[in-house]
């Protein structure tokens, strides 16, 4: 007697179903003559960014041409429709109204940090940031962009009160992974105005000159100590 059981398939728990799912339209919809002039007058508010004007452009298109649009297509449209509703636009004045010049530092600070470090993540956005200095964001942009521990950590590390000063000697830390040979003692030669690479702690950033050393290099805060 065989005490193991055969499964001809997998237990159900075990399988993830992966469903698109379209947000169901009428045709009425679909097809209402008014649905091409509601698509002219979204591309004419301030405030698309690119990819949603050539979205736009192209669905008036292909409205112009077939009287109607799709369901995905809809579906899209109808997002960026909403994103301009009157109450959108109010609950977006509320909070560009409590925006204020620190929320921009700090946001231009993370965003610089993104840039530097050829992040893939929120580049458009960060695009945004650093283009244009009256961009304000929406509150679910900020909240994602801002509101966590790597953000909050970029702003500290950027912001705090550098330990070493400018003309004091340091050497590595025992933290340090520098190559071998590339610093033994240096000089600090600036403690300010240095994006940090790092939310960890310690991650402020000095320009620090190698005795014997012709270039300045960058190192972390948590990188060097006083040299004795």
């Known amino acids: 007697m065989s005490y193991y059981r055969r499964f001809p398939v997998r237990p159900s728990r075990y399988v993830v179903q992966v469903e698109q799912v379209t947000p169901e339209v009428s045709e009425a919809e679909l097809t ?15 405030g698309l960014n690119d990819w949603e004007k050539n979205f ?17 297509q809809y ?58 200095d009256k961009f304000v964001p929406s509150e679910e942009q900020w909240n994602k962009f801002m ?21 004091d000697s340091v050497a590595p830390s025992s933290l340090d992974k520098s190559p071998i040979g590339l610093w033994t003692s240096a000089i ?17 950033r000095y320009s620090i000159l190698p005795y014997g050393k012709m270039k300045p290099i960058e190192v972390e805060e948590r990188h060097m100590k006083f040299l004795r």
């Not at 530092?105 to 650093?130: C, F, W």
């Not at 509101?147 to 003309?167: D, E, L, R, T």
């Not at 600090?188 to 402020?204: C, F, M, Q, T």
Request: charged residues 25%; positive net charge; aromatic residues 8%.
């Open 32 to 46: 209402n003559p008014g649905i091409v002039q509601r698509i002219r007058d979204l591309i004419t508010k301030p």
């Open 56 to 72: 736009l452009t192209s669905i008036n298109e292909y409205a112009t041409v077939r009287n109607r649009i799709t369901a995905g």
């Open 75 to 132: 579906s899209s449209f109808k997002r960026i429709e909403d994103k301009f509703s009157d109450a959108a636009v109010a609950k977006h004045t509320e909070f560009a109204n409590k925006f204020t010049d620190e929320m921009r530092d700090n946001m231009k600070i993370v965003a610089g940090v993104y840039r530097a470090t050829s992040s893939p993540y929120h580049q458009k956005l960060v695009e945004s940031i650093l283009s244009d």
């Open 147 to 167: 509101n966590n521990k790597y953000a909050q950590g970029y702003v500290v590390n950027a912001k705090v009160a550098p330990k070493f000063k400018i003309g």
């Open 188 to 204: 600090v030669i600036d403690n300010a105005g240095i994006l940090p690479r790092s939310h960890s702690a310690g991650g402020k």
